[in-house]
T-cell receptor, first 111, second 114 residues
Framework: SQQGEEDPQALSIQEGENATMNCSYKTSINNLQWYRQNSGRGLVHLILIRSNEREKHSGRLRVTLDTSKKSSSLLITASRAADTASYFCATPQDGGFKTIFGAGTRLFVKA | DVKVTQSSRYLVKRTGEKVFLECVQDMDHENMFWYRQDPGLGLRLIYFSYDVKMKEKGDIPEGYSVSREKKERFSLILESASTNQTSMYLC?????????????FGPGTRLTVL
């Protein structure tokens, strides 16, 4: 299985609700990144959290990292229709020479 | 505004054709990457390059080659396209400290091989 695996695979919520996505990984990391991909487009970097950080905020995004459980979560508060996208976690591997992306969580926000 | 551009958004080729996918970045990044993205499989690394004329195989290099003659340009070559290479191809770049710094992605090329 992949280094980063997101859960759930798909999520459908109403505008204004919060969306939570989880990511699990297998090996030790020094950072974890989250990316967003709008339909049929490239990925856009959202946030990076380092292994010595437990929580990080950026606007309506909140990321947590639990290195003991090898897991991270991405919370989007007060979601908007424009947040509809796929979200990927990404972790470095091989000393940072590779970045491994999970299969992603597809988020659909209904207006 | 930082930018990674790819030569085509959509491409249709026939089996056996030689296919060139071009990627250009304007950020003076040392590192460049080619991924393919397939439903349910996420992004898989095909090749990467950490300097001009340098290249390293990723996880799925079979059937592909790359060229990096200039720092800003990274080309992916399908020597003889096959139907199982129908996919979305994404190019990305990053500065050194790769694995720590974000990757900047192009818009993708959706390739169909008939």
């Amino acid at each position: 299985s992949q280094q980063g695996e997101e859960d759930p695979q798909a999520l459908s919520i109403q505008e204004g609700e919060n969306a939570t996505m989880n990511c699990s990984y297998k090996t030790s990391i020094n950072n974890l990144q989250w990316y967003r991909q709008n339909s049929g487009r490239g990925l856009v970097h959202l946030i990076l959290i380092r292994s010595n950080e437990r929580e990080k905020h950026s606007g309506r995004l909140r990321v947590t990292l639990d290195t003991s459980k090898k897991s991270s979560s991405l919370l989007i508060t007060a979601s908007r229709a424009a947040d509809t996208a796929s979200y990927f976690c990404a972790t470095p591997q091989d000393g940072g020479f590779k970045t491994i992306f999970g299969a992603g969580t597809r988020l659909f926000v209904k207006a | 505004d930082v930018k990674v551009t790819q030569s085509s958004r959509y491409l249709v080729k026939r089996t056996g054709e030689k296919v060139f996918l071009e990627c250009v970045q304007d950020m003076d990044h040392e590192n460049m990457f080619w991924y393919r993205q397939d439903p349910g499989l996420g992004l898989r690394l095909i090749y990467f390059s950490y300097d001009v004329k340098m290249k390293e195989k990723g996880d799925i290099p079979e059937g592909y080659s790359v060229s990096r003659e200039k720092k800003e340009r990274f080309s992916l070559i399908l020597e003889s396209a096959s139907t199982n290479q129908t996919s979305m191809y994404l190019c990305a770049s990053s500065s050194p400290l790769w694995g720590y710094n974000e990757q900047f992605f192009g818009p993708g090329t959706r390739l169909t091989v008939l």
